[in-house]
């Protein structure tokens, strides 16, 4: 029966998620960092409290309940709402204070990180930044899950119960090796990557499926062609295979400083009528009561891409100029 006058805690609800998020009893005990008998324990309060059973128990599997089903979200939102009050609670003004967890595309983090991270330091001292980086399809899961509060990716995120924040807009490059005929072109049409052995990273980066989608407005068939099948994990194992002579690539702006000044590789651009870019920003739940603290980020993200694109054109020869927002 429920007991009208019962309140869980805070740490029953997280039980609660912990156990709904990994399905199991051990590595839901581990990640809370109490022992299974505490995380039994605190959970047989929650649904005694409730009335209500929110887990199935057997000695194979755990299942969420359809009650527990439908809780879990707003067990979720009370924690996220008391995880912003605990941060907003601890700096001047509440704003970006406090642990933070963000979510990074691999295509992103190794080359806006080095001034990203600088920046927090200097105007947000009190802010205690946690970094994941993983591929699109797995921080969005991780969002879902409450593991990580927000998510730096490639936008639209088409993603149901998210919030897309859009921060910037970046250029590709062609990426080709220092002997090709178009090395140092910079007025390209887009029909020019039907000229191109183009690699490319593995399936699951975004950066892989953006380039098909430039490949499919330019009536570029991968299949047929030699690389198709030498595929990457990262940028970098692709600049190596261009330099190797195994094809070319692309390459976003802000990953042309980092990746493009090592011996043997020479960039091409695409002419200024071409659209060819990728448009970046924040995810988050549109639970999370933590907005005001995601678009602070947001203005401090757009600042470091800025300072990483200005090498990148510095790299191609360019003169630096301000990326309007993706909005």
């Given amino acids: 029966m429920n007991n009208k006058e019962y309140r869980p805690t805070l740490a029953q609800l997280r039980t609660f998620v912990t156990i709904a998020e990994n399905k199991h009893f051990g590595t839901a005990a581990s990640k809370l960092s109490i022992s299974q008998p505490s995380l039994s324990q605190a959970l047989v309060a ?3 409290g409730l009335g ?7 000695t194979r599997k755990v299942i969420v309940t359809t009650a527990g089903e439908e809780l879990l979200p707003y067990a979720k939102a009370t924690l996220d709402a008391a995880d912003a009050f605990l941060a907003h609670s601890r700096g001047a003004n509440g704003t970006l204070s406090g642990p933070l967890t963000l979510g990074v595309i691999p295509t992103i983090a190794p080359y806006l990180l080095p001034q990203l991270l600088p920046s927090i330091k ?4 009190e802010l205690e930044p946690r970094f994941v980086e993983d591929q699109t399809r797995h921080l969005l899961q991780q969002l879902r899950d409450g593991q990580i509060d927000v998510a730096l ?3 639209p995120s088409e993603a149901n119960g998210m919030v897309d924040l859009p921060l910037y807009r970046e250029e590709f490059t062609i990426v080709v090796p220092a002997e090709h005929p178009l090395a140092g072109a910079r007025d390209l049409g887009l029909d020019t990557l039907q000229d191109l052995d183009l690699l490319l990273l593995d399936d699951g980066h975004c950066l892989h499926d953006q380039i098909l989608d430039l490949c499919r ?9 030699a690389s198709a099948v030498t595929r990457a994990a990262s940028l970098t194992t692709v600049m190596q295979l261009v330099i190797g002579g195994l094809g070319t690539t692309l390459v976003p702006m802000s990953a042309v400083d980092g990746e493009c000044r090592r011996p043997g590789l020479a960039t091409a651009s695409f002419s200024k009528d071409v659209i060819a870019e990728r448009h970046i920003g924040l995810v988050y739940r549109n639970s999370s009561s933590r907005a005001e603290d995601f678009q602070a980020m947001g203005e401090i993200i757009t600042a470091a891409f800025e300072k990483t694109r200005d090498a990148g054109l510095d790299v191609l020869g360019k003169t630096p100029r ?5 909005h």
């Fill in 46 to 48: 929650l649904e005694t």
């Fill in 52 to 58: 209500v059973q929110l887990i199935e128990r057997s």
């Fill in 122 to 125: 200097v105007e947000y001292p």
């Fill in 153 to 155: 990716m490639a936008l």
């Fill in 217 to 225: 407005r330019a009536d570029v068939n991968l299949s047929k062609t």
């Fill in 322 to 326: 301000v990326t309007a927002a993706a």
